[in-house]
Nanobody
Framework: QVRLVESGGGLAQAGGSLRLSCAAS????????MGWHRQAPGKQRELVAE???????NYADSVKGRFTISRDIAKNTVYLQMTSLKPEDTAVYYC?????????WGQGTQVTVSS
């Protein structure tokens, strides 16, 4: 079994920054992809950013140029550096990993951006 533990959410002012972390633990042979999704109240969960095992990144248009996804392979950890935050970035952020061809999700961390 694989467990994902997220940290780093909280409250920020518009224009501010936050950094999310997500660490995987358990029986892990290979992490094929890591990413972040978010879900705002009343909206569907959406992809924010993802990074493949080969290091290829993909971002939602709404966060391009503001958010950066990175990883520490040795620590099985993925990060999301969020800058120039906007009130519309307010959501629960979920970490997702594809580990040994199985999908795992974190418990979610709240990010609230005040105007």
């Amino acid at each position: 079994q694989v467990r994902l533990v997220e940290s780093g959410g909280g409250l920020a002012q518009a224009g501010g920054s936050l950094r999310l972390s997500c660490a995987a633990s358990g029986s892990i042979a290979r992490i094929l992809a890591m990413g972040w999704h978010r879900q705002a109240p009343g909206k569907q969960r959406e992809l924010v950013a993802e990074i493949t095992s080969g290091g290829i990144t993909n971002y939602a248009d709404s966060v391009k140029g503001r958010f950066t996804i990175s990883r520490d392979i040795a620590k099985n950890t993925v990060y999301l550096q969020m800058t120039s935050l906007k009130p519309e970035d307010t959501a629960v952020y979920y970490c997702r990993m594809l580990v040994d061809y199985r999908e795992y999700w974190g418990q979610g961390t709240q990010v609230t951006v005040s105007s």
